[in-house]
């Protein structure tokens, strides 16, 4: 069993930065792919960014490319998501996710264990 635990939302302007942080405990954490997701009301969830268990390969949405950046500190079993030039369509609940492979991949299926979600809301 791997424990997820979000932190850093909140609600800011357009243009502004965020840095979301997931703390994972349990099972060694060093083995699992961990990834990011984000589900707005009415929406469907969707995939952000995916990280590999060494952190040497990495993979983004488009929608997000260029202006987030996924990152993981083993050694502190955590996982970031550093958002850059956020936008009010980047206003979403953000999942942190675990997967049990060292294969990324972007279906929320294909991941099973999550965080309980953090609110990220960016005003216009």
């Known amino acids: 069993q791997v424990q997820l635990v979000e932190s850093g939302g909140g609600l800011v302007q357009a243009g502004d930065t965020l840095r979301l942080s997931c703390a994972a405990s349990?099972?060694?954490?060093?083995?699992?792919?961990m990834g990011w997701f984000r589900q707005a009301p009415g929406k469907e969830r969707e995939f952000v960014a995916a990280?590999?268990?060494?952190?040497?390969?990495?993979y983004y949405a488009d929608s997000v490319k260029g202006r987030f950046t996924i990152s993981r500190d083993n050694a502190k079993n955590t996982v970031y998501l550093q958002m850059n030039s956020l936008k009010p369509e980047d206003t979403a609940a953000y999942y942190c996710?675990?997967?049990?492979?060292?294969?990324?991949?972007?279906?929320?299926?294909?991941?099973?264990?999550w965080g309980q979600g953090t609110q990220v809301t960016v005003s216009s």
């Open positions: 996710a675990a997967r049990n492979s060292r294969v990324i991949v972007t279906p929320a299926k294909g991941y099973a264990y």
């Open positions: 349990g099972r060694t954490f060093t083995t699992e792919t």
């Open positions: 990280i590999s268990w060494s952190g040497s390969i990495t």
